[in-house]
């Protein structure tokens, strides 16, 4: 039996226990502190949880969806274009135009009774069934397209001709003829065609300036009065016409030093090599084939020949294809035709060559493939300058004797002797500064001979006198 005294102290100590006990809100804000105080990173803790950006996931995301949204949408267009792709080249912009009307008056006709609508509708769609029995129909040709030249100068007379035989056992009835001339077309009409029965034509390609001209395909039009359908017939392949740069001859060796056999002697001594220098004393380690035996029978001791390396006859032409060295069009059409004939004479005398521009080299194994690729060589604005173009082509033509920069006539001198310092030493360079009505000139810059031409006509008389 407890006591009054021990009841007060119990009843003391459960008055003094009662404070420390704690509310709901206040255990809820102890808790919400305690979770901030566990999701909140301390600074240099190394146990963060990395968390991606939104625009990041949502990429990620898109670029899955195209990883596997894309072969089927390939497949799907693919497949859409083989059979609708007849239909929509058959329907010329017209027609469709005339189909949504028709489909539009239908549709208001059905739904408000509108008889005019409806008629109208009808009338829409029986010129439609019209028009498809124009298109209609199998024709049997034999189309022939010959040019006479597949390669010409600027400026030449370039002439082709088209040829339509009937090649089946029936008339044909009269039927239009396109033939693509890059981006014009010409159109021919070809009369009715007995059985077996031909018909010519003759057309001319203009070649003002240089180009690959696209000829062809030839094919054949069936189409309605309206011009609501336009069925078309490929008879034939596309040819290519390369219209060339024009070239001059240039006479000879315009440098006065390449050499075919012998090539430039240079400083550097060899043991063996074609080039004869001098004598001297017998090595051990030397080719006895080269021991000049009457020098040793007379001396007493063993004498050896020296040799001169030579270097073979190797062109290099740098290009420059920036349209900011060039004040217009027709300035790089010249530095093309300069190019093409330093290189067309350099191909004559079978001389190693290389040719390049900002696009890259320029395939030369013949005078065809020279000019061929020289009339793909485009013009545009580079980040390229000559400086860079003039590098690139002694890294890769590092055996070369002879050096062309041909370039415009906005090139400064100050560029043109940047250019010059990367010509490996010991070989003689050439800077042709094309510009059109320019006067012709000649200056030095260092080691580098600067010529300037104004017309295509003058770069073999300002050559020879660099020569000489």
């Known amino acids: 039996m407890s006591t009054p005294t021990q009841e007060s102290g119990r009843r003391s100590a459960r008055t003094q226990e009662r404070p420390r006990r704690r509310t709901a809100g206040s255990l809820g804000t102890s808790a919400a502190a305690w979770f901030k105080r566990r999701t909140t990173p301390t600074p240099g803790s190394t146990n963060q949880r990395s968390r991606l950006p939104p625009t990041s996931l949502s ?72 028009a498809i029995a124009f298109i209609l129909g199998r024709s049997v040709y034999r189309v022939t397209l010959d040019l006479n030249r597949t390669r010409v100068a600027v400026g030449d007379r370039a002439v082709g001709g088209m040829e339509v035989a009937n090649a089946s056992p029936k008339a044909l009835l009269p039927v239009s003829m396109e033939l693509p001339v890059g981006a014009s077309t010409a159109f021919f009409r070809i009369p009715r065609l007995a059985p077996e029965a031909s018909h010519d034509e003759l057309f001319t390609i203009p070649t003002h300036r240089r180009a690959v001209i696209q000829v062809g395909p030839v094919r054949s039009i069936r189409q309605d009065p309206f011009g609501l359908l336009r069925r078309q017939v490929k008879w034939t392949d ?98 093309v035709s300069a ?64 050096f062309f920069l041909v370039t415009g006539p906005v090139a400064t001198p100050s560029e043109l002797r940047r250019a010059s310092t990367h010509v490996p030493v010991g070989v003689r360079a050439f800077a042709v500064r094309c510009g059109t009505g320019l006067t012709p000139a000649r200056a030095t810059i260092g080691d580098l001979t600067v010529v300037t031409i104004g017309d295509l006509a003058e770069l073999p008389l300002i050559l020879h006198q660099v020569a000489s």
């Not at 072969?71 to 189909?99: D, F, H, I, M």
């Not at 949504?100 to 208001?108: F, G, I, N």
């Not at 194994?365 to 173009?389: F, I, P, Q, Y």
Request: hydrophobic fraction near 40%.
């Open 339 to 402: 190019a093409a004939s330093i290189g067309l004479q350099a191909v004559r005398e079978q001389r190693n060559l290389s040719v390049l521009t900002q696009g890259g080299p320029v395939r030369c194994e013949t005078g065809r493939n020279l000019l061929d690729d020289l009339t793909r060589v485009e013009g545009r604005a580079r980040r390229s300058d000559l400086v860079d173009l003039s590098r690139i082509t002694a890294d890769t033509v590092p055996n070369a004797s002879v």
């Open 59 to 130: 990429a990620e995301i898109a670029k899955l969806i195209r990883l596997e949204v894309q072969p089927a949408w390939q497949r799907v267009s693919g497949w859409t274009a083989t059979r609708l792709e007849p239909a929509t080249e058959v329907v010329s912009p017209l027609g469709w135009l005339l189909a949504a009307v028709v489909l539009v008056l239908a549709v208001l006709g059905g739904i408000f009774g509108w008889q005019e609508a409806k008629i109208a509708a009808l009338l829409g769609a029986l010129l439609l069934l019209l």
């Open 238 to 335: 596309a040819q290519d016409l390369f219209v060339h740069p024009r070239t001059t001859a240039l006479g000879g060796t315009s440098s006065g030093f390449i050499r075919d056999l012998e090539g430039q002697p240079t400083r550097d001594l060899s043991s063996s090599d074609v080039s004869f220098h001098a004598l001297r004393d017998y090595v051990p380690g030397d080719d006895r084939r080269h021991i000049h035996w009457k020098t040793t029978a007379r001396t007493g001791e063993l004498m050896v020949r020296q040799f001169e390396e030579t270097r073979r006859s190797h062109l290099a032409i740098a290009l420059s294809s920036n349209t900011g060295e060039y004040s217009s069009e027709d300035d790089f059409e010249l530095a």
